[in-house]
């Protein structure tokens, strides 16, 4: 990981108390996943697609054959950007025929987080689409917030737009609402990327503010799908991304299989693993 992505990924852990993490892992086959689980937890980004309805290889097969095995499976998704009636659009596209109820995504806990925080007004940084979430959880966007809360779902270029974010937080009481705490992404051509978690993590430090984040690894998310299901079900969660889908995985009590090599560098994994003190109950091969 960069440096600055380990750190940011240490300050989730911390905040949410995690524990040392680390399993005894083993490389394990799909095959063998199909025979021992009876549910299985997908990311999405990075493990089953990219940008532009790039398809990982094998990615189809996999869903298939979970399908064709009558096993559960659940979408587990920081993907805020879009709501989720859009995101099943695209997902049907690539040929990934998920139902409403299958999808867990990290934009839908803004409801649940504003029951309590009872926020009216927000800036908002992100994809236009993303702010569906906020109508929602009942929060209007506005320039100029009275409550002074900026709402992250995605990062974006436009410097005047991370300068007011900036400056709305600098303000009294001033509060950061992260709706995907992502911080790197892989890309398909080109090597991996910053992008909302680090965005927000730079606009906490330089302001100071109070954050509330929503999404992996933070377990809310993850409680949420394991209550869709059976009592007892032998549950796995298959990503790509070591800190937030399987350390997020293991701290809400389920197994979890990494994808190497896509978010996750192979000639430094041993040495996050031994940062961030999580390893995985499996290595995907």
């Known amino acids: 990981m960069e440096p600055f992505e380990l750190s940011i990924y240490k300050h989730y852990f911390e905040l949410a108390s995690f524990p040392s993490l680390e399993s005894i892992s083993q490389n394990i086959s799909f095959d063998v996943l199909l025979e021992r689980y009876d549910a299985f937890f997908f990311d999405a980004f990075g493990t089953l697609y990219n940008h532009k309805h790039y398809i990982y290889p094998n990615a189809q097969e996999m869903f298939k054959r979970v399908r064709e095995k009558g096993k559960i499976i659940r979408l587990i998704t920081n993907a805020a950007s879009q709501p989720i009636p859009r995101l099943m659009e695209d997902l049907h596209a690539m040929g990934f025929h998920f139902e409403r109820d299958e999808i867990f995504s ?66 009294p009481g001033g509060h950061l609402i992260v709706l995907n705490p992502d911080a790197w992404a892989p890309r398909i051509e080109g090597p991996r990327v910053p992008v909302s978690g680090a965005y927000a993590h730079r606009l906490k430090i330089e302001s100071n503010c109070k954050a509330t984040y929503c999404g992996k690894p933070f377990p809310e998310l993850f409680l949420r799908a394991i209550k869709s299901l059976p009592p007892n079900t032998k549950t796995v969660m298959i990503g790509d991304t070591l800190a937030t889908d399987i350390g997020g995985a293991l701290y809400a009590g389920i197994d979890a299989a990494l994808i190497v090599g896509r978010n996750m560098d192979k000639e430094t994994l041993a040495g996050d693993e031994i940062s961030l003190r999580v390893r995985p109950t499996y290595y995907l091969v």
Do not use: D, H, M, W
């Open 106 to 171: 990290s934009g839908e806990l803004l409801t649940s987080v504003n029951q309590q925080l009872k926020i009216t007004e927000a800036f908002y940084v992100g994809y236009p689409a993303g702010t569906a979430f906020l109508t929602t959880a009942g929060i209007s966007v506005q320039e100029n917030p009275k409550e002074n809360v900026v709402v992250v779902s995605a990062a974006v270029e436009e410097t005047a737009i991370y300068s007011k974010a900036l400056e709305i937080l600098k303000r």
